[in-house]
């Protein structure tokens, strides 16, 4: 069965400093999606990046962007110069393919406490 | 464009009642899928809805149904409540075609369930 780790279930930063968030999966699959997605205390899960499996390049978005490790099944995000508004909680999530055809499904990791301190 | 919207916003209900939460997607998204969120477990898949039917599910027992409208819009009930089913029940929608920009989901702010 396909599994998302996030092996770190809290973190803390300093405002304008960089942190790296860890997620690793297991899949046998060769084609899909992952994503990183934040919830911030208001509860409203917001999409963060999206990174294809086939893409080698490193998904950015602004401030944020992915290391993606195909053979090492890693996703880590990486946040720079954090800002009080990244204080939520990180969801990295998996799309997996089932059977053939348009089904998919999202496997979601634990998620990791991100809060940027002052 | 107006993001996804989910009504009620919070819920209290008593075992063995049942509970209907709507979910709207967003204005062209035809893929709707649910997901309950408990602190214990995170977040489970329930089941997905494109073009009024159901095209994929989860692990959930029957009491847990839905239905999906011409519109998109999107239901889902909870039959005979028990105790467990306290939750935060997340909507997402999606254009539901291939492809990872077709594919991303949008969630809307959650329905919080608490069963007493």
Known sequence: AQTVTQSQPEMSVQEAETVTLSCTYDTSESNYYLFWYKQPPSRQMILVIRQEAYKQQNATENRFSVNFQKAAKSFSLKISDSQLGDTAMYFCAFMKVIGAGNNRKLIWGLGTSLAVNP | ?116
Request: hydrophobic residues 30%.
């Open chain 2, 1 to 116: 464009k107006a993001g996804v919207t989910q009504t009620p916003r919070y819920l209290i209900k008593t075992r063995g009642q049942q509970v209907t939460l709507s979910c709207s997607p967003i204005s062209g998204h035809r893929s709707v899928s649910w997901y309950q969120q408990t602190p214990g477990q995170g977040l489970q898949f329930l089941f997905e809805y494109f073009s009024e039917t159901q095209r994929n599910k989860g692990n959930f027992p029957g009491r847990f149904s839905g239905r999906q409208f011409s519109n998109s819009r999107s239901e889902m009930n909870v039959s005979t409540l028990e105790l467990g089913d306290s939750a935060l029940y997340l909507c997402a929608s999606s254009l539901g075609g291939t492809g990872g920009f077709q594919e991303t989901q949008y969630f809307g702010p959650g329905t919080r369930l608490l069963v007493l």
